[in-house]
């Protein structure tokens, strides 16, 4: 059974920076599709960034280059690594991969939206205050 297992989030202040981990079981394979994708009580799901086995990497327009999106393979690990936080930022994160048999969604990995998305954490929370 596929896991995914957040870890990293918190509350920050603006300007600062936090990392967010995924512990990534069950779900290995050459071919992957996975991301992260946040949410606001009450707002629409917005994906931040996705990364595939092709080495391409997606971003979210807001992100506006402060956010990196990493996986390392050896330990079967995701990251987010997010820089120059700010209120707008404050969400819930849920990691988030795709069925690795299924071609489709592989190559749709970071078409806008997260229905691509089979698998789900559940999420850890980041808030940025003053």
């Known amino acids: 059974q596929v896991q995914l297992q957040e870890s990293g989030g918190g509350s920050v202040e603006p300007g600062e920076s936090l990392r967010l981990s995924c512990q990534l079981s069950q779900l290995t394979g050459d071919r992957y599709c996975m991301g992260w994708v946040r949410q606001v009580a009450g707002r629409e799901r917005e994906t931040v960034a996705s990364?595939?086995?092709?080495?391409?990497?997606n971003y979210a327009e807001f992100t506006t280059g402060r956010f990196a999106i990493s996986r390392d393979n050896s330990n079967n690990m995701l990251y987010l690594d997010m820089n120059h936080l700010g209120p707008e930022d404050t969400a819930m994160y849920y990691c988030?991969?795709?069925?690795?048999?299924?071609?489709?969604?592989?190559?749709?990995?970071?078409?806008?939206?997260?229905?691509?998305?089979?698998?789900w954490g559940r999420g850890t929370q980041v808030t940025v205050e003053s």
């Open positions: 990364i595939r086995s092709d080495q391409t990497e």
């Open positions: 988030v991969a795709a069925d690795p048999t299924k071609i489709g969604a592989w190559r749709a990995c970071h078409a806008r939206g997260s229905g691509v998305f089979r698998f």
